[in-house]
């Protein structure tokens, strides 16, 4: 990515060995992130661009000396940072806080490309039973990243089957966090959401209730959908100010909001009126490293398919218009088939 709305596929190096932790990992499936969106439609333009991509899932095709339990032909799927699965913070299960971890892109190889060189790949690809032509594949490629942290909202906010949830977004995180809530029992999931094809599929994936309106009148329905109390806890899965306030405001007293939306603001309101209502706040990014284990069987078993989230496929020449598509909100969420 060049700058804002500025995407080129381009030819690089290929990926090699470099350090003894390594792994070379060529790509089946990618995606465009809805993070990704913020600087497609933001980013300064700049001579050198950026590599772009942090959800993938390949295939191994050569591993470093010191790498061990994957080898050449394995399937991988790589969470959207890289972590050596050994420090005190991996340990911890906060991947995303690695001493020796990172981001993928910027400097290193992004996976919206062929081929990506994983850094630490024992602690960070997780090998999956299938095969390299499995259907299972585009649900797999969520919990590198979109799966994982819609999961991630709902385990910080503390859902259970006790817990009645409002989830704020309609976009892959928070279609994805309905799905989560409901797969940890939630039996009242409002979504909050205005594209109907999107909440449909919210309602396919768990949602008890849909709130199109936004605003004050918005969360008068929630209330209304919740005898005034609003909901034990809110899944704020958008990243603005605006979700952020409705979020404090559709949350019971005493309980507890948690956010993953990539943060756009800089304050939460929380002032004394929060203050006196006990509310939590929490979330943040979803350590994905930590929850694969945890989510496989249900995707593998088919319990859940959080794959429908994606709406469109583009191989590498359409990439721009995969952006585009997301940025327009024609597509819910783009697979990249190279
Ligand atoms: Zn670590």
Redesign the pocket.
Known sequence: MYGAGDVRVENVPDPVLREPTDAVVRVLLSCICGSDLWPYGSLPPSDHGRRMGHEFLGVVEEVGSDVSGLSAGDVVIAPFVW?????????QGL?T?????GQWGHDLDGGQGEAVRVP?AQ?TLVKVPVGEDSALLPSLLTLSDVFCTGHHAAVTAGVTPRTSVTVIGDGAVGLSAVLAAKRLGAEQIVLMGRHQARTDLGREFGATDVVAERGDEGIERVRELTGGDGTHTVLECVGTEQAIGTSLRVVRDGGVVSRVGASQYGSVPMDFGTLMRNITLTGGVAPARAYIEDLLPDVLEGRVDPGRVFDRTVGFDDVPGGYRAMADREALKVLIQP
Do not use: E, K
Request: proline share 0%; charged share 20%; hydrophobic share 5%.
């Open positions: 972590s050596d699965g050994t420090c005190d913070f991996c340990q991947q806080s690695c001493r020796h971890g630490q602690g």
